[in-house]
């Protein structure tokens, strides 16, 4: 797994609630790259925000504004994430380069599946989440900032930092760069009691 | 004597192998199911790093999501690429020993309309999918739900998944929900009851008259939807009637083993005192059918009901929502939703593809035909099974003599993935679960219904109310 410990870039706000999976990679993407691998979902993100039917960039998404070129952190509404299970949409992601998803709340699949893509997802307060995102709408501080996950803190566009939690053990596992089958592995003993005890309790579980 | 449990708390604590402490446990995962989108993504990683499957014989899989729907498909999609997922899954499932559903095989079909019309989902057992609606199969008293690629192949790899433990919801239904009024029309209404979000770390149980009196398909349906309120798992404790819907199926259990499983089955549902973190109470006679007018499941209202005004908003970020929604689905505040000219409709998906769901709308639209301005009708059965049985009735011929089409087993148009979709603009009547922005097609607007709501309204070419056309 790709490790995460500290980043620093232009980070974008995108502040509507509840975007959903489709929308971050609209389903008609799902197949389209299968044979192209996880790196092509980049050109699809956000595909119906970003372009119009003619596929020229629509003006007015903010992805598509200038000032906000090479982001690498995403600032958004709450519940994002929600929906389709599609890991096409942190693969989309990071594709395109993001790194970091700031929001108040996730969609919990979606949350899983950024952490074993490399892609770390921070939860905030409503409210600062927005005074985040209306300083990256201002400008003024700049557009970018640090997140680092070793120290557990953020560092705002107008220098100010703010800490976060996480869960520790994910937090490792990025630092890290952990293997997540392996680590399991390693439990095989433990599993395979967990079985064989279970395959006399419930043997009908067991085809 | 132990203290009170939930049916969740059952389910989870008879499957933690390791506790990590920080409410993460290690998981056995009974049943891992695939698709032919994911069979390529979970496979190809999983042989580059020389992984074996344990348990290839807890794993399924069936072709649904990319695979075309017309009579006389092959495995040739006009999505670019879907053949290859299809081609993949058959390969792989054939290499690593899963039973696979394929194409022609009358099992085949939506992965949670097969799961437990096979038995493969059972009481009191965990099931994973990388689908997000794998909610719906707790409605056989299952504890059950949607991953992504990378975590299905830590199951194909270890029968295990490393799990946060939710918090606790129960959805309590009091009373009998009044005559016309389906399981699609209590999962709208809780959904808009609690909004879109309201589910976020919790696993739901839905409880109480109105939901015992509901045969084992409502109940999936009733459960399909608990992913639209962002609650990752729907359960519904399973009782005599889950126990008849699953006996005999292909893959539960038999004889003397069946005796067992279902002595162990009535141990599970929650006890009498079992504490939730949150507990919602809906009184059941005053749901009416209902059909969504926004971009969110939450976006709902009754069908007697007008487009509500951004102005009456609880909040700004609501109020902004329902204005971006409005201009997305074309809608005027203060207008009647029923009366509203639509374009197309469909019945079919995880949601509503189900016999009792077919059914029930050939009830309605039988002798009528579709209204000549509708642009498409489908019905999709949701799977082999469900079209022979539906044809063996004859409901296949209400519906082609009526003008709709009647089409083979899969996803089809619940989600646009390239081959099928709706055109921009396109009003949609629709018996799936999402009607997000652009979901069944760049900029087609989709309004989430009933069987029932959806036949009538396309016998009506507008949103209608089965209750009105004396059926």
């Avoid at chain 2, 203290?3 to 998981?27: R, T």
Wanted: hydrophobic residues 40%.
């Amino acid at each position: 797994m790709e490790k995460f410990t500290r980043l620093t870039g232009v980070a974008v706000p995108l502040m509507q609630p509840n975007i959903d999976t489709d929308a971050i990679t609209p389903g008609r993407f799902l197949t389209m790259t299968m044979a192209a691998g996880k790196a092509s979902f980049g050109a699809s993100l956000f595909a119906d925000w970003r372009f119009d039917s003619n596929d020229e960039p629509k003006p007015d998404f903010v992805l598509n504004d200038p000032a906000y070129d090479g982001a690498a952190i995403l600032v958004a509404g709450d519940n994002f994430g929600c929906g389709s299970s599609r890991e096409h949409a942190v693969w989309g992601l990071a594709a395109y380069g993001i790194r970091c998803v700031i929001a108040p709340s996730f969609g919990e699949i979606f949350y899983n599946n950024c952490f074993v893509n490399g892609l770390l997802p921070v939860s905030f307060a409503g409210e600062q989440v927005q005074a985040i995102a209306d300083q990256l709408s201002a400008g003024t501080g700049g557009r970018s900032m640090t997140i680092d996950l070793e120290a557990q803190k953020i560092t705002r566009p107008d220098g100010s930092e703010l800490a976060f939690e996480i869960d520790a053990a994910r937090r490792e596992a990025l630092l890290e760069g952990l293997d997540a089958i392996g680590m399991t592995l390693k439990l095989a003993d433990e599993i395979a009691a967990f079985q064989a005890e279970d395959r006399e309790r419930r043997p009908w579980i067991y085809l | 004597m132990s203290a009170p449990q939930s049916l969740f708390e059952k389910i989870w604590s008879s499957h933690v192998i390791h506790d990590y402490g920080g409410g993460y446990a290690l998981l056995h995962i009974d049943r891992d199911i695939m698709h032919d989108l994911i069979g390529e993504f979970v496979f190809k990683p999983l042989d580059e790093e020389r992984r074996t499957m344990p348990h290839p014989e807890l794993a399924f899989a069936t072709m649904d999501h990319g695979i075309e729907t017309t009579p006389g498909r092959g495995d040739e999609t006009r999505i670019p690429g879907g053949e290859v997922g299809v081609r993949a899954l058959r390969r792989k499932s054939k290499e690593h020993g899963v039973t696979l559903f394929d194409i022609g095989d009358v099992r085949q079909g939506i992965v949670h309309v097969v799961t437990p019309e096979n038995g493969i989902a059972l009481p009191g057992s965990t099931l994973v999918c990388c689908d997000s609606h794998t909610c719906t199969v707790g409605g056989v008293g299952a504890l059950t739900w949607g991953i992504g690629a990378s975590e299905f192949q830590h199951v194909l790899a270890t029968q295990t998944l490393v799990m946060e433990k939710p918090r606790t919801m129960r959805v309590t239904f009091s009373g009998a929900v009044p005559e016309g009024v389906t399981p699609k029309d209590m999962i709208l209404y809780v959904i808009g009851h609690v909004g879109a979000k309201a589910g976020n770390g919790f696993a739901i149980e839905y409880a109480g008259e109105a939901v015992r009196a509901l045969p084992v398909e409502g109940r999936l349906t009733l459960c399909n939807m608990s992913i639209e309120m962002a609650a990752r798992y729907g359960t519904v404790a399973a009782d005599d009637v889950t126990f008849e819907y699953l006996h005999g199926r292909e893959f539960a259990p038999k004889d003397a083993l069946w005796d067992r499983a279902v002595e162990h089955w009535r141990t599970l549902p929650s006890d009498d005192g079992a504490q939730f973190d949150r507990e919602v109470a809906i009184d059941a006679g005053a749901i009416t059918p209902q059909v969504t007018w926004g971009t969110s499941p939450a976006h709902v209202a009754g069908i007697g009901e007008r487009v509500p005004d951004p102005a009456s908003a609880p909040d700004a970020d609501v109020r902004a929502s329902w204005v971006r929604a409005l201009e997305y689905t074309g809608l005027t505040p203060g207008d009647a939703l029923e009366g509203t000219a639509i374009d197309a409709a469909f019945i079919g998906s995880c949601t509503n593809s189900r016999l009792s769901d077919l059914r029930r709308a050939a009830r309605v639209v039988k002798g009528g035909k579709v209204a000549s301005s509708l642009r498409r009708a489908w019905v999709v059965p949701g799977s082999g099974q469900v079209k022979r049985d539906a044809e063996a009735e004859g409901l296949d011929r209400i519906f082609l003599d009526a003008g709709f089409e009647w089409r083979e087993p899969g996803c089809s148009l619940c989600v646009s993935l390239g081959g099928d979709r709706f055109e921009p603009r396109e009003r949609v009547l629709s018996t799936t679960n999402r009607n997000f922005e652009n979901r069944q097609g760049p900029g087609a607007r989709t309004h989430l219904a009933s069987p029932e709501t959806v036949a009538a309204s396309a016998l009506k070419g507008a949103i209608a109310d089965s209750r009105k056309l004396g059926h």
